[in-house]
DNA sequence: TTTTGAAATGTAATCGATTTCATTATACAA
DNA sequence: TTGTATAATGAAATCGATTACATTTCAAAA
């Protein structure tokens, strides 16, 4: 284990001051072509790293972006990430992804530890269980830019990036209606969080335009994951729906898994209608319709506004102003939910 | 945007010195239990946090372990990082993500950030593309520890974490064999990599075992994506093979799904055979045969021998044996790769 | 009361790079 | 040759916490 070589062993080696050393490595024109080339040649031969970290403490940055999410198995996460990792990889930020699983006690521990990391910037997605947001304050004053997406706190006045999902709620639910479903399940989770509670309201407008009593009886909130979605499920069929519209791909591939093992035809005896485009909904039988859930493009938006944040903050001006953008999504209309003999007679 | 506050700051205002304070907060037993709480309190009041940069340089860590990875898309690769947070977390370590996007260029950056960021120790799973593995010389130089896990380099002595390839590509074309099918066509990856080359070995050696030719031309080795998938698929449908063993879930699902586009039927005309235990499998139909891949397990594994020799490190003492795990993997026979015929006419 | 050892606190160096504010070298004009 | 502007380099403070080593405090023993 040899020690590590400083910019003082190359000062010394080269008889120059640190000053130097340091000015030629981060190529300052105030250092003479020759003589950087000379520190150039000798960083490589003693085999020079630089310590970011002794680097961090004297610039007072981290060059390090804080991500906060609710979970990451899920093909959205992953999307959201790459979507991320693919401006701060631009912008020479690294990030440190720390999740909450859906546990909002864990989520505030990790958002103490990134403060304590003096991450540059925040990107989070909430998690399920998060009711107050105070663990967020230590940012605000500190001016430390903080991007919500997706799952955003409704009431705080914060950046934004989120889907219309409201509209996205109403349009699954009026496609669905428009084939002729009448008692439409809905599955879906926790109502403490934007997303889920606007999918319901979109879901409960689309219902009264077409004259729909909305029947609490067909609606669940779960967390999801498979024991719970088939329970829910199980208790709802009791209630004969004939369409679910479910909040999320996996769980609807879940449901549609066991409708078909119970011998019920989609989506003939009942329609599906899944939420976030998932990668497994081209590949189950029939497709699944869903909706597009652009998560590149909302990972890569939150980057770009955050790290602008960052760079307009380093210059002094303060931005106090916050950043709300929406993302487009968009019905994806496949099997699950199309009536194929009411398709066929409507062309003939 | 107000100034930071410091244990200087709190010193100052508790007429005491830093020393003290630093010890206070570190709950060390040399400082007065009253004292302690008195600096608790101040600490409270002022707002006070932990500079981790600045702790981090003094004492010559980072409490952070780099994870390289290939990707970040698959069900395996989040497995992982589950099983390594998991540890990480109850170990206080954080991990800062790299993913190379199977790009040795890309790995090569990585690494070298990562070791600049000073991290006390590294988890990889190497890139497709990846060939020479010198960029790994600066950590092993530095004495700082290094765990492959999956994709790993065979020739170097290190420390690994793996399943035994080999024998699952073993099994699982065995088990091909004893369904009765015979011309068992075979989708990998790229040879480069050990999990590819040694799941080729296992393919070849049960169809030698089995007195069956091994021919070339029922072999492809291509990305797995989608696209690549289905034209690597399409080529080897004109050497009529009655099976596939595809070595990834994703892709095996993408064939199956357009095995049966196109009236192909799933397991009486062409068996399917994986390998990962994606979700996916479980929720297509036919149920996908595959290899139950522990990707937490080895995440866990990984993430807890680097930390036994992060800490034996620092105790002094030096730990060059490298540990070398290989993880139990388990064939695991559903619906694709069953004959049903065969099986009702076996119990007949 | 004095001694003594442990307990509690303090002083200052340290980690390694950056940067402000000098200071020295160099080139060109007068 | 001298003066002067500019280029190049250096000395030392700084970021904030930790810690080796020194010093003070205090209670119990002598």
Redesign the interface.
């Known amino acids: ?2 020690k ?1 070589v400083t910019i003082y062993d190359l000062a010394r080696a080269l008889n120059l001051s640190t000053a130097t050393i340091s000015r030629a490595l981060d190529d300052s024109p105030l250092v003479k072509p020759k003589t950087r080339e000379k520190i150039r040649a000798m960083a490589d031969k003693m ?1 020079y ?6 680097s ?2 004297r610039k007072q940055q ?1 060059r390090t972006i804080g991500v906060l999410l609710h979970e ?2 899920s ?1 959205f996460s ?1 999307s959201v ?2 979507g991320i ?1 693919k401006i701060t990889t631009h912008e020479k930020y ?6 909450s699983g859906e546990d909002g006690e864990r989520e505030i521990a990790n958002t103490r ?1 990134l ?4 991450v540059d910037g925040l990107i989070v997605s909430l998690a399920m269980t998060t009711v107050a947001t105070d663990h967020f304050t ?1 940012f605000f ?3 430390i830019p903080v991007v919500f997406f997706d799952r955003v706190a409704k009431k705080m006045p914060c950046n934004k990036i989120v889907i219309d999902n409201f509209k996205a709620g109403y349009e699954a639910t009026a496609h669905l209606l428009q084939q002729g479903y009448r008692r439409i399940a809905h599955i879906t989770a926790s109502l403490q969080r934007n997303v889920y509670e606007d999918r319901f309201r979109g879901y409960k407008k689309a219902l009264a335009d077409h004259n729909i009593h909305f029947d609490p009886l067909l609606m669940e909130s779960c967390s999801l994951n498979r024991e719970d979605t088939l329970a829910v499920m199980d208790q709802l069929l009791e209630q004969k729906p004939d369409a679910f519209f479910i909040t999320n791909d ?1 769980a609807a ?2 449901c549609m ?1 066991e409708l ?1 093992r119970r011998g019920i035809r989609i989506p003939e005896d009942i329609g599906v209608m899944g939420f976030n485009n998932d ?2 909904g ?4 029939p497709r699944l319709s869903t909706v597009d859930y652009p998560g590149t493009q909302m990972g890569e938006t939150a980057a770009q506004i955050l790290i602008d944040k960052i760079k307009t ?1 380093k210059n002094g001006k ?1 931005t106090a102003e916050h950043k709300s953008v929406i993302i487009p999504s968009t019905l994806l209309i496949r099997e699950s939910s199309v009536k194929k003999d009411r398709h066929r007679r409507s062309h003939k």
């Open positions: 284990m040899e590590q085999g790293r630089q310590n970011l970290i002794a961090n403490l981290s990451v198995n093909y992953t990430l790459a990792e690294d990030i440190l992804i720390a999740h530890n403060f304590n990391k003096r230590p004053e500190q001016g996996f591939a879940v898994d078909q990668i497994l081209s590949l189950i039988n903050k303060a």
